[in-house]
């Protein structure tokens, strides 16, 4: 089993800055994605961005060079720096993870969630 664990929510004004990190842990034999989504009020989750074991990231259409994800040398922490916050960024965000924990078994997990709420 993996565990994915998230910290770094929490209230901020718009225009704001908030960093996100996620840290997986549990018997892992390979990290191949790991990400964030977002869930607001009535609306779907959606894709934030993303990061491969190679280093490719991706992002949402609204993200627009507003927020950035890496990782640690380890690779089993990911972080999204978030900047000019707006309202409507207010969502639970999600870590994802896409690990083979047997060679060639892909399993997604998900982490429990942090709320990031953007006061205007």
């Known amino acids: 089993q993996a565990q994915l664990v998230e910290s770094g929510g929490g209230l901020v004004q718009a225009g704001g800055s908030l960093r996100l990190s996620c840290a997986a842990s549990?018997?892992?034999?390979?990290?191949?994605?790991m990400g964030w989504y977002r869930q607001g009020p009535g609306i779907q989750r959606e894709l934030v961005a993303t990061?491969?074991?190679?280093?490719?990231?991706n992002y949402g259409d609204f993200v627009k060079g507003r927020f950035t994800i890496s990782r640690d040398n380890a690779g089993n922490t990911v972080f999204l720096q978030m900047s000019s916050l707006k309202p409507d960024d207010t969502a639970v965000y999600y870590c994802k993870g896409l690990f083979e924990m047997v060679p060639g078994r892909q399993y997604q997990y998900w982490g429990q969630g942090t709320q990031v709420t953007v006061s205007s």
């Open positions: 990061i491969t074991s190679g280093g490719t990231t």
């Open positions: 549990g018997s892992i034999f390979r990290i191949n994605s």
